[in-house]
Every structure is written in C-alpha cells, then in structure tokens.
C-alpha cells in the first residue's frame, strides 16, 4: 500500500512523504523500494489507543537547549541516502523537502508498514492517545511537548496543520464535517455518515504537525474549513466523475484551495522550528547535519547526539557501510555476493523482512497487440518461473523477495490476512507449466512454427520488455524472462529506459509490457486494487475516474473501463473500487478483497512476480543495540518520526 495523501484512490504520494516505507523512488522501494509508495498492513484501532508499554513516557518540559555533545565527526548517527539537488527546503510540502525532515518535525502518531504489537497498531507521538466514536475522531496532545523555539505545542498548531494538509488536496477532508479544539490539548475531528473513522484516523496520523507562527499565515483568512469541506462536497467523493472533479477545481472553492497550494509549496520557513528531538543545523547539497535537542518531551531516551545525512548512490553506499563510514542505509538493495561480504565483515549486516505492501509485476499495456488477448498474458504466466527467477535476478541463491504464489493483485502477506485458504485454493497459481501455456495459445488461435510463436494475425509473437536502468534488480528481472520466453519460441528483447522518465512513459502507454512496484494502496485491502486501477485523473495505470468515455485510455494498462467482477456484477473499476476505498465498513472488506482477488487473478492485466521486502542494512562499528530483526514494526517506519527516532524512544540504540 502507499502513503497516499488522500482518500480517494488516485492519491499521488506526498513530496515530503520521508524516505522510506515502500516508497522511495530511487530510495528503491524495497527496504528500499523504488517508485510510489507504499504501505502496510492497517489493523482496525481500538475504540481508545494509548501508547502502552512502548510509549515513550518523557519527563516533563526541559529546557530548549541544544543536547548534542562532542565531536560530530566522531558521534553522530551517520545515514546513507540518495543525493538531493540545492533547491530542497524546510517544508515538508515543498516539491523537494529537507532530508529526513521529520527528525524535527513529528506528526501525531507513528504509522509502520507492519503493525505494532498489541491492541494499538500506531505508535503514539505527538498526541498521547486516541478514542474513535461512531462518527468522530478525539486526540489528546502530549502536553510536554514544545516547538524549538520553547512555545508549547497546542491543538491550534494541530488545527492549523490540518488545514495545511488540506491546502495540499489531502482528502481526508472529503470525510470530514468540522475540527474543534476544546481546549490547547484537545483535537475533535467530526466525520461524515459515510466515512470510516479507521481510515480517517489512518491519514490524520500521517499529517506533519507544523507550527502556526510560521504556517498560519498561509492558511486563508476566510473560512478555510468550510472552503475545504464545500470543495469535496464538489468533487464528489464516493460518486466522482470527469464533470465534478472539474467542477471542483474551476469553482470558487477550488481557486481559493489552489492559490493557497501554490502559496504553501513555495513555502521556506528558516529556521525550520520543529518540534522532535533533533535540531537542524544545516543543508545543503554535501550533507544535512541535525543535532539534539533537550526540550524534545523524551530527550533522555534520544541516545545520538547529533544525525548526519550523506549524499550517495548504491555503489557508494555499499562501500561506505562495509567500511563503516555510515551506520545506514536506507535506499539500496544489493546483490548475493555483497549481501555475503556484507555479513562476513561481522560488523555490517544485511536482513530482509517481507512486506505486507507491494509487488513487483509485470504491466501489459492492451494496446500493444496481442497483449489485449488474455491468452497472451496467461501464457507468460505459465512460462515464467517465478520461483527461479527470484533466485537468480539478484546474483545468487539468496531469495531476498518472496516468490507470488497466486498472481491476483494484492501482496500475498496481506492477502492472508483477507483471503481462506480454501479461496487461495480456488484461484489460478500459474504454475511454470510449458504445455499448459502451449495449450492455452493454441486455444486462442496462435500457432507455432520452427519453433516461433506467432499471433492469431499471422504476425511473430515478439515484443520488447521496458526496464528502468540503474535498478539492477528489474534489469535482471527482464533478461531471465527474456530468456525463458526465447526459449519456448517468443522473440522477446530487453530495453533499459531512463528511469527519470521511466513511469512517466508507462502511464502514458508507451510501452508494451514493463515492470514496476504494484498495489501500493493504504487502509482497507481494497486500496491495494485501487492504486492500481482505481486512480481519479490522469497520468494513471489504468482508466482514471476522469474518463471521459471516449477515446483509448493513454494509461499503463488499459483495461475497462467496465467489468465483471465476481460478485459484484457489471462495475465501472475505478468508480466502485473508489467507492469501497472511502465508504466499505471493515466486515466488508474480505467480500471486497475476494472479489477483486478473483478478477485479477482471472484476467491477468498484470502478473505478480514476487513480494516486495524491507531490506535492513546497517554497520555496528560506532552504534550497537540496534532492534531485532523480530521487532518488524520498528524496521518498517512510513511516516510520523524518523525511524531512528522511534528506535530511541523504545530502548534501541547506543553510541559505542
């Protein structure tokens, strides 16, 4: 799933959404993925959260002075990340946010991509707790917490930030009907009759908390809510079409929202005043340097005195971590042979931890013939050998992605949570079966001759597979199945595309089939599908909910616009999976996944390769006590704290 910054379905990421989760666009997406984001497996909250036994308790307010002691270059926490360009700025909604923005700046709770033990599975930060009524939302605020500047931090800076959120086209304002702050400690979030208060709070914990002295005067001065509230009421949420989307950008609640968007992303406070245990002290295109500060509500448990930011790239940071000039990397996946030196040094380590979150797939465009034919998609089904190419594709015989044992659109660790076993049973698995996928072609009317495939046309059953360069991973990928489509009579060739504009040309078409990390979807199982074919505009995967209704779909996919899904008969796929994202009750949600598990899994419009991972990768020449491998939800982070944060405040980590 991804760290969408809104409701419905056709979400974009966040420019500030921080640098891991499964999204990290050249963070590759793995532990280190590469492409959009992400996310997670989302138990539903209890009707009141707390912090539990992990909850960082602090010690009352502190003085606001700086806590980072001695010499940086001998102890700060040292993190490897993927170079920025100069025009980054201390706004987590700016095109190009500050590097690890959020060891400042905190948001109200901890959102990890595998849940944290227990009834609460989001760590609380900011606000101390929870409750979730039949049509409400109420937080409670920590009240030791302050802004660096020593004012305390109180639900008006909550309320603004908010606000903020909404000025950034987050649809959680599309759910919500008013916000109210019953005194400086006190945040009331009242909810529309449809919308489901898990899925609001979901998103609201996601929100970075920014001070009003600075962002205040961003928000219009009119009534901004009400601005917000009308605008979705517009656009139409659970029902949108082409005409309310555009009406809601071109009506006067919707040039109001876009001139403070554009007012907001140009934003550069400095200094930037946060609110989190780490001050900035300076970036720029070298290096970003953060150091402690004492007023932070759990500054004793924050054991690195100051964090330091790296520009690198993968070969870089692969040498820095075996020769322990950083303690982490958090953009790269490295092939088996590094992965065995790694763990050779007995100081560098490399792990993996599966996610309940994403795919890597393979995207047939329809209008590339004779992909529109699902014989032709079934057929490579059966052909690749999804259990050996996750052995080869990174060099060895470490399996560091998880094979998909039944292509049907959702990560399979989170499709168990959804799916019985005996529903597994009923899907297609499309075993590595040659004569299956020769029986399915001859069927459809393709024919074999010398060897070579050929259409229903008459024409060579050839094309080319389009993988990004610089991700090794999906390069290899491309040559395995390559080979093993030659070798059963497909004339198949690898092109690496510039990966600056690689996704770009998939949503626009341009290629026949490609690769890329799927089902990045947040919240209910549904949002999974919907990532994929149920996004509101264009560019998309799939038909938007834009669509017009005439013309082609100059989309990655292009499958639709209407279908039959089992179980829920004859359905526009964008507009129902919409709707499920937004208005579908949790006892609903196994009905839906099945449902759209079972379309999928039949037609084929991408075929799941393997399950995508959080790769752990760390040095222990300077830092020790680093979290277990089995603590998943601190390896995991998406959004809220730095996850080197959250490892402080519950007990991890130590300068040597």
């Known amino acids: 799933m991804w760290l969408g910054k809104s409701l419905d379905a056709g979400a974009r990421p966040p420019s500030g959404s921080h640098r891991t989760g499964l999204w990290r666009a050249p963070q590759a997406v793995r532990r280190t993925l590469v492409g959009l984001a992400v996310l997670m497996l989302v138990a539903v909250a209890a009707q009141a959260c707390t912090g539990g036994s992990g909850s960082g308790g602090g010690s009352g307010a502190r003085s606001g002075g700086s806590g980072g002691s001695g010499n940086p270059g001998t102890t700060a926490y040292r993190i490897g990340a993927m170079a920025w360009g100069s025009s980054?700025?201390?706004?987590?909604?700016?095109?190009?946010?500050?590097?690890?923005?959020?060891?400042?700046?905190?948001?109200?709770?901890?959102?990890?991509?595998?849940?944290r033990p227990g009834d609460n599975p989001y760590y609380?930060?900011?606000?101390?707790?929870?409750?979730?009524?039949?049509?409400?939302?109420?937080?409670?605020?920590?009240?030791?917490?302050?802004?660096?500047?020593?004012?305390?931090?109180?639900?008006?800076?909550?309320?603004?930030?908010?606000?903020?959120?909404?000025?950034?086209?987050?649809?959680?304002?599309?759910?919500?009907?008013?916000?109210?702050?019953?005194?400086?400690?006190?945040?009331?979030?009242?909810?529309?009759?449809?919308?489901?208060?898990?899925?609001?709070l979901l998103h609201l914990l996601q929100i970075v908390i920014v001070p009003d002295t600075q962002y205040g005067s961003l928000i219009p001065a009119t009534d901004f809510d009400q601005t917000l509230i009308s605008y979705w009421k517009t656009?139409?949420?659970?029902?949108?079409?082409?005409?309310?989307?555009?009406?809601?950008?071109?009506?006067?609640?919707?040039?109001?929202?876009?001139?403070?968007?554009?007012?907001?992303?140009?934003?550069?406070?400095?200094?930037?005043?946060?609110?989190?245990?780490?001050?900035?002290?300076?970036?720029?295109?070298?290096?970003?340097?953060?150091?402690k500060w004492d007023g932070f509500f759990d500054a004793t448990k924050i054991t690195a005195p100051y964090v330091q930011i790296y520009p690198m790239d993968s070969s870089t940071e692969y040498g820095a971590i075996i020769g322990g000039s950083i303690e982490q990397e958090l953009d790269s996946q490295f092939n088996d042979p590094q992965v065995t030196r790694m763990n050779a040094t007995g100081t560098a380590h490399y792990g993996v931890i599966p996610s309940p979150v994403q795919q890597e797939s393979l995207v047939f465009n329809f209008n590339h013939y004779p992909f529109n034919l699902l014989a032709a998609r079934q057929a490579l089904a059966y052909v690749i050998d999804r259990h050996d190419l996750v052995k080869r594709d990174m060099g060895g015989d470490l399996v560091q992605d998880p094979a998909e044992e039944t292509p049907d659109g959702i990560n399979y660790f989170l499709a168990k949570q959804y799916l019985k076993p005996e529903q597994f049973a009923q899907l297609n698995h499309y075993p590595h079966d040659l004569a299956k996928a020769t029986s399915v072609l001859q069927a459809a009317?393709?024919?074999?001759?010398?060897?070579?495939?050929?259409?229903?046309?008459?024409?060579?059953?050839?094309?080319?597979?389009?993988?990004?360069?610089?991700?090794?991973?999906?390069?290899?990928?491309?040559?395995?199945?390559?080979?093993?489509?030659?070798?059963?009579?497909?004339?198949?060739?690898?092109?690496?595309?510039?990966?600056?504009?690689?996704?770009?040309?998939q949503e626009a078409g341009d290629f026949a089939v490609s690769e890329w990390y799927m089902d990045w979807g947040q919240g209910p199982p549904m949002a999974d599908f919907a990532a994929t074919f149920g996004e509101a505009s264009s560019p998309s995967w799939n038909y938007p909910i834009s669509y017009s209704g005439s013309g082609p779909c100059n989309c990655g996919i292009g499958i639709g616009p209407e279908a039959d899904v089992p179980g829920l008969g004859h359905v526009n796929i964008a507009s129902e999976l919409n709707r499920e994202v937004n208005q579908a009750t949790p006892d609903t949600w196994s009905k839906y996944t099945w449902a759209w598990a079972q379309w999928v899994n039949q037609q084929l419009p991408i075929l799941p390769l393997y399950n995508n991972a959080f790769h752990?990768?760390?040095?222990?020449?300077?830092?020790?006590?680093?979290?277990?491998?089995?603590?998943?939800?601190?390896?995991?982070?998406?959004?809220?704290?730095d996850e080197t944060v959250v490892w402080m405040q519950n007990g991890y980590l130590k300068l040597k």
């Open 88 to 115: 980054i700025a201390n706004n987590p909604y700016a095109p190009t946010p500050t590097p690890h923005y959020n060891l400042s700046l905190l948001s109200l709770g901890v959102v990890s991509d595998w849940n």
């Open 124 to 200: 609380p930060e900011l606000a101390k707790s929870w409750k979730l009524a039949q049509h409400s939302i109420t937080f409670a605020l920590r009240p030791d917490a302050k802004w660096q500047d020593g004012q305390p931090l109180t639900s008006k800076d909550v309320i603004t930030s908010f606000r903020a959120a909404g000025a950034d086209y987050n649809s959680v304002w599309a759910a919500i009907t008013k916000v109210s702050a019953p005194d400086d400690h006190t945040v009331t979030v009242d909810l529309q009759s449809w919308a489901v208060p898990q899925n609001a």
């Open 235 to 291: 656009y139409n949420i659970l029902h949108p079409t082409a005409a309310s989307i555009a009406k809601a950008g071109s009506g006067p609640d919707g040039k109001i929202v876009a001139a403070a968007a554009a007012k907001l992303v140009k934003f550069n406070p400095d200094p930037m005043i946060g609110n989190g245990p780490y001050k900035l002290q300076s970036a720029n295109v070298s290096g970003v340097l953060y150091q």
């Open 445 to 505: 009317g393709f024919t074999k001759k010398a060897g070579k495939w050929y259409t229903p046309k008459g024409t060579p059953f050839s094309f080319t597979i389009s993988e990004p360069n610089g991700l090794s991973q999906f390069v290899q990928d491309g040559l395995i199945i390559a080979g093993y489509l030659k070798a059963f009579g497909i004339d198949v060739k690898v092109e690496d595309v510039d990966a600056a504009t690689y996704t770009t040309k």
């Open 616 to 641: 752990t990768i760390y040095q222990t020449n300077r830092y020790t006590n680093f979290p277990p491998q089995s603590q998943k939800w601190l390896w995991t982070v998406l959004s809220g704290a």
